[in-house]
């Protein structure tokens, strides 16, 4: 079984950029399926993914922040609130995001894991999570290097 899924991407910005794109709420409902995210972005604060479902907000995923190292890394772990399994620590992936600065691109690395140890991992691995992760870097991608 796989413990980590891994993508990464080239993006003509500035790390600040996309930064700003991975943690502003107005930018976030622009790549991740509608869902604005919600924290302070302190370490230990809980993160929620929100979007709407028949003008009703809904959480889709929630977890807790793990690191945040301003335009480097951002860490965090993440559980569907809908999910049957237990809701326990040991449950959440972790999602990891690094920038790193490439001439005048930044290169974006995205690792999410370890479904060695949570629960029901064969049917979250079943999602596909890579190519998911690859959409959504491409919408970032777009996002940071139109500038809007």
């Known amino acids: 079984m796989t413990d980590f899924v891994r993508a990464s991407i080239r993006i003509a910005a500035s790390p600040e950029w996309v930064w700003h794109i991975l943690t502003a709420p107005e930018m976030t409902e622009r790549y991740m399926y509608g869902c604005r995210v919600a924290t302070n972005w ?47 620590p040991e449950n959440h992936l972790v999602i990891t995001m690094t920038l790193a600065q490439d001439g005048d691109d930044v290169l974006l690395s995205v690792s999410q894991g370890d479904y060695t140890k949570v629960a029901d991992a064969e049917n979250r691995l079943g999602h596909n999570p890579e190519e998911g992760w690859m959409q959504l870097l491409a919408a970032i991608k777009n996002l940071a290097e139109q500038r809007c």
């Open 42 to 88: 302190q370490p230990g604060a809980q993160i929620d993914w929100n979007g709407l479902a028949d003008g009703q907000t809904v959480t889709y995923v929630t977890g807790q922040v793990l690191t945040y190292e301003p335009h480097t890394m951002l860490s965090y772990s993440a559980i569907d609130p809908n999910a049957t399994y237990p809701h326990t």
